[in-house]
């Protein structure tokens, strides 16, 4: 590395600097040529001629210590060479230096050699690192440090250093105004060390205050609902459904992610982890999962609300260590300050379960690209989808994870296969990547394989993921990457792929799915009228809501999901234009229009 190829070609280092600031160096010469050498104060003023200075606090600076004269064995004046100290000598001698070491504090020194960490940019390489490990060495034979955290250059937005000189420095007190210390300290721990840091406002925006709004809103949602519950303790875990489960288990898979990497110094795989957490475990995964179970009190949901929020604000304290007193302390603060209070502890994990949910996950992502290129909105239900998979994993996942996966894609039936009928898969030869990877080779190499039964290889692909050729008594081991792949299905699917196969969406529609469509797009825009009239959850409404005669009967038999939804403690669904007078928002859904009114 960097710092081994220093030491390899380390030079004599001359200690002496013609300056006037700095550390005099302690050694008086005489004209005879004798050198002496003084180790203390007490030594000096011991030797000293001048009997004034003697008695009077001795100022060991120039000018002042360049009047200080000894007596030599041949009866002449030893003067001090005026020159000082390189002042990295002063940096390196700071391990025994700041303890006033060898003349006191012995046991205390002895137990802090070496330091567990320092940390400096990748510009001390030459510099502190290096004196430390001299100095230390020379005179203690041992280590300086255990570990040595390198610090990157900071540069701008383009990648540039920062300098003066070029103008693209940015003021710290205008970053804490615009976007607070913590934004900063997570940025700059984001990176891994050594690695340049790009630093600016644009990189905050890009990742860290995303994250801190998300932190922020789920903070809220979760004690929102604690305190409308008047839950303010962790209380017991009661029965915890599998969400619950889930969470508590990639918490505490956090906890010990962060540690690990704390211990070791990657302090950017700790604040990745985190940021992961919040962003797509607690705030798009579990919070989605439960947002139904928040209308009333639930003895699960509170337990895992408040395990969650109470380990959160101390795994994020190093990092965020003001926002995470703030979260602290509108809490539930056990101790004076979150940075008083204990470090949480790793419990019981569940690594199947985490899989499980990482492969759902996965699979929920592919399902909504697929009702995209359907052009069906999420609150519109689908009759089925078919997960086509040969990983055992998959069907796992399914399984476990079954009602997850239907609720949160608002599908009717899923099945997992291992191939769809009347689906055809057609196989092309890649010649450009081809021709990159095996450049003289790839002419002999595509005239084999334009011999070779393409289906065949294509079997094999799937199967092993590569297929080797055998040309002019040469191996040549070609992959996916060499090939093209067309699919064609039958019209009614929509296809949409995934990490270990496909996924076709049913499109067909029928007259109960879009009945349930148009019931789940009215009650989100009662909910969008709602909050725009700033009313609360707990506000209770009177609904009118006044469509044409076909809708109105298809919604009448989802009434008392819309009442609960929309916070209605009296629904009217009409057709009739007599309706009594009152305001309506007049709103369109597909062909439809639907007239909503409350009060």
């Not at 001359?14 to 005099?24: E, Y």
């Not at 302690?26 to 203390?40: H, L, N, R, T």
Request: aromatic share 10%; glycine share 4%.
């Amino acid at each position: 590395g960097r710092f081994g190829k220093w030491l390899e070609g380390a030079k004599d280092w001359a200690l002496s600097r013609t300056k006037f600031w700095g550390t005099p160096l302690p050694v008086w010469k005489c004209a005879c040529g004798k050198i002496e050498v003084i180790g203390s104060i007490e030594e000096l003023n011991k030797k000293t001629q001048n009997s004034k200075l003697k008695t009077q606090q001795l100022d060991l600076h120039k000018p002042f210590v360049d009047d200080i004269k000894i007596k030599c064995e041949c009866s002449k004046e030893m003067s001090r060479i005026p020159d000082v100290i390189d002042c990295w000598y002063d940096s390196g001698a700071a391990p025994f230096a700041q303890y006033h070491y060898p003349f006191e504090n012995k046991e205390l020194f002895d137990k802090s050699l070496p330091y567990d960490f320092i940390a400096e940019a990748i510009d001390q390489t030459r510099g502190w690192f290096y004196t430390l490990l001299v100095l230390s060495t020379i005179l203690f034979d041992k280590l300086a440090y255990k570990r040595c955290a390198v610090g990157g250059l900071l540069c701008d937005e383009k990648g540039d250093k920062m300098s003066k000189s070029r103008g693209n420095i940015l003021q710290p007190t205008e970053l804490f105004d615009k976007v607070g210390v913590d934004a900063i300290r997570i940025l700059m721990c984001s990176y891994p060390f050594g690695e340049n840091i790009r630093f600016g406002f644009g990189p905050m925006k890009e990742t860290v205050q995303p994250f801190m709004t998300i932190l922020w809103n789920s903070f809220y949602y979760a004690t929102d609902y604690l305190e409308q519950h008047s839950f303010k303790k962790l209380g017991s875990a009661g029965t915890l459904s599998i969400e619950d489960r889930w969470i508590i288990s990639r918490m505490n898979t956090l906890i010990d992610t962060v540690q690990t990497s704390l211990d070791t110094g990657k302090f950017n795989n700790a604040v990745s982890a985190i940021q992961n957490f919040v962003n797509e475990d607690f705030s798009r995964g579990y919070i989605k999962l439960v947002r139904d179970r928040t209308s009333e009190k639930d003895e699960s949901l509170t337990y895992t609300f408040n395990y969650i929020l109470e380990r959160i604000t101390k795994v994020i304290s190093p990092f965020a260590p003001y926002t995470s007193e703030y979260l602290y302390q509108h809490f539930a603060p056990a101790k004076e300050s979150v940075h008083f209070d204990s470090w949480p502890k790793v419990e019981k994990t569940d690594k199947d379960l985490e899989t499980n949910m990482f492969v759902v996950k996965d699979l929920i992502s592919a399902i909504n690209f697929a009702r995209e290129k359907a052009q069906l909105g999420l609150k519109w239900p689908v009759k089925s989808i078919e997960i086509v998979s040969q990983n055992k994993q998959v069907s796992k996942a399914v399984e476990t994870l079954k009602e997850v996966l239907l609720s949160q894609t608002n599908v009717k039936a899923i099945n997992v296969i291992s191939e769809l009928k009347d689906v055809k898969e057609k196989i092309n030869i890649n010649s450009s990547t081809i021709g990159k990877d095996f450049t003289d080779k790839a002419p002999k190499i595509l005239a084999k394989l334009s011999k070779e039964n393409l289906d065949n290889v294509l079997k094999t692909l799937n199967k092993d993921s590569k297929v080797e050729l055998t040309v002019d008594g040469n191996k040549f081991e070609l992959t996916k990457t060499h090939f093209t792949f067309e699919r064609t299905y039958p019209s009614q699917f929509v296809e949409a792929n995934f990490s270990d196969g496909q996924v076709y969406l049913d499109k067909t529609r029928t007259p109960e799915l879009d009945a349930e469509g148009f019931a789940r797009e009215i009650m989100r825009k009662v909910q969008e009228l709602r909050k725009k009239a700033g009313l609360q959850k707990k506000d209770e409404i009177n609904l009118t809501i006044l469509v044409n005669p076909s809708l109105e009967k298809m919604l009448k038999p989802f009434e008392k999901s819309i009442s609960e939804k929309c916070g209605a403690k009296k629904l009217k669904i009409t057709s009739n234009e007599q309706t009594r007078n009152q305001p309506f928002n007049e709103e369109k859904i597909k062909d439809k229009i639907v007239k909503i009114g409350f009060s």
